[in-house]
């Protein structure tokens, strides 16, 4: 029943995430057939997320408030989606890639009797 109640929760949770946080949003975007293009571009943004993550912690090291580790975590997280999806984008390119050559040829291939 406990375990039951923890799955439920768990995809309820996912599920408002992906629909509701705006880079769970923009990678769902990217993940598209025609996003495929904007993975490696999209690695900037993964950058710009762990600059600031070590700007957090530059902070708290300077005496600023710890909660400053929620923001760390969160400019983690994101970042390291966004460096990740880089070179998967690429695989996933690949593959959308093939699977079209594979179809013009299908289309093209003469039929046999």
């Not at 705006?22 to 943004?45: E, Q």
């Not at 989606?81 to 291939?109: I, N």
Request: aromatic residues 14%; contains cysteine; hydrophobic residues 55%.
């Amino acid at each position: 029943m406990l375990l039951n109640r923890l799955w439920n929760a768990s995809t309820h949770t996912r599920i408002f995430l992906r629909r509701w946080m705006p880079t769970n949003i923009l990678l769902d975007r990217l993940r598209s057939r025609t996003g495929l293009k904007w993975g490696v571009p999209a690695m900037l943004l993964g950058v710009v997320y762990i600059l600031i993550a070590a700007t957090c912690t530059e902070l708290i090291e300077q005496g600023w408030s710890e909660w400053l580790y929620l923001a760390f975590f969160w400019a983690l997280w994101n970042g390291l989606k966004f460096l990740l999806f880089g070179p998967w984008s690429l695989v996933l390119l690949a593959r959308a890639r093939l699977r079209e050559a594979r179809a013009a040829r299908q289309v093209l291939r003469p039929a046999r009797p």
